[in-house]
């Protein structure tokens, strides 16, 4: 059974069109949500047991909406989604867990730090509710454990104002394992960083990875991240899943088309860079954006 087994269809509308004027002003029609508006189907169909599955693909192919529905922050039309043969959604069965109880940990990315917050109040943050607002003490010490772990134990009283970009990221995975999801989601977790950095918090991320022991699913639009986080990269385009490249074998798997994309990578070259062709050949380079919600 694979840990992460999603199969779902979404239909999203952007905000309607306004009709009056030539710039968008002016009364919002009756009908305007399917006249007026742009339409953007989600087909998205994968399963995997790799530790670690990136989404790969331009801007407005989906990953985002997708990592979202898997969170429980956006309701499919139809299909289902499962974590390590839980089910989260089910159309059929009417079933649709809530986020807070799908046992996931989401890492945004511009981290969504709460500026009001200590460091320690941040990371804590996940561990308590309306209804419980204090920790116990096994909670507390886990939380300990967690600066401990990430190095953020002199900082516990600082607010995120007054860390770095990189500590900034360590406070919002300590938070996103303080409730020891089952998965982690992380929505570009290095564009906010400096390019000096993102070797070295790759490795650290990789290394978090291991030792907690949970599978991540994320988005990236970075060859350099994927090739050094990824186990399994799903490619998007349209909407769609058009392409799965395994990183481990090197090898590649048309979903949608059953020819390789030109500048098809040479099986002879060094692993590294016939990766890097693979990647880069799945994926529309022009930088054109899809029109579709952001």
């Known amino acids: 059974m694979p840990m992460i087994d999603v199969d779902f269809t979404a239909t999203l509308f952007d905000k309607p069109l306004r009709w009056g004027s030539a710039d968008g002003l002016g009364r919002t029609a009756p009908d305007s949500a399917t006249r007026n508006s742009r339409r953007f189907e ?30 429980g922050l956006l309701r499919p039309s139809t299909g289902h989604v499962r974590i390590n043969g839980r089910t989260l959604f089910d159309s059929d069965a009417g079933v649709d867990v809530p986020p807070s109880k799908r046992a996931t940990g989401f890492l945004f990315q511009d981290y969504a730090l709460f500026p009001h917050l200590s460091v320690r109040a941040n990371v804590a943050f996940g561990l308590t509710d309306w209804r419980r607002r204090r920790l116990s003490a096994a909670q507390a010490g886990h939380v300990e454990a967690l600066l401990e772990s990430f190095g953020l134990a002199e900082l516990a009283e600082t ?12 406070v919002a995975l300590a938070r996103a394992l303080a409730p020891r999801p089952q998965l982690l989601l992380l ?20 290394a978090v990875r291991r030792h907690w022991n949970v599978p991540m699913l994320m988005i990236s ?12 990269v799903c490619v998007f385009e349209n909407g769609r899943i058009v392409r799965e490249i395994d990183l481990r074998s090197g090898q590649s798997r048309d979903v949608v088309r059953r020819e390789l994309a030109p500048g098809a990578p040479d099986s002879n070259e060094p692993g590294r860079v016939r990766l890097r062709r693979m990647l880069l050949s799945a994926v529309h380079t022009d930088g054109s954006r899809d029109n579709v919600p952001p």
């Open 42 to 71: 989600l087909e998205v169909s994968f399963s995997s047991d790799a530790p670690t599955t990136v989404f790969f693909g331009p801007s407005g192919a989906g990953k985002s909406l997708t990592l979202q529905a898997v969170a």
């Open 159 to 170: 607010r995120p104002a007054h860390l770095s970009g990189g500590q900034r990221q360590r």
């Open 187 to 206: 929505d570009e977790p290095f564009a906010a960083l400096n390019p000096l950095l993102r070797d070295s918090l790759r490795a650290e991320l990789a």
């Open 221 to 232: 639009h970075d060859v350099d991240d994927v090739l050094a986080v990824g186990d399994v």
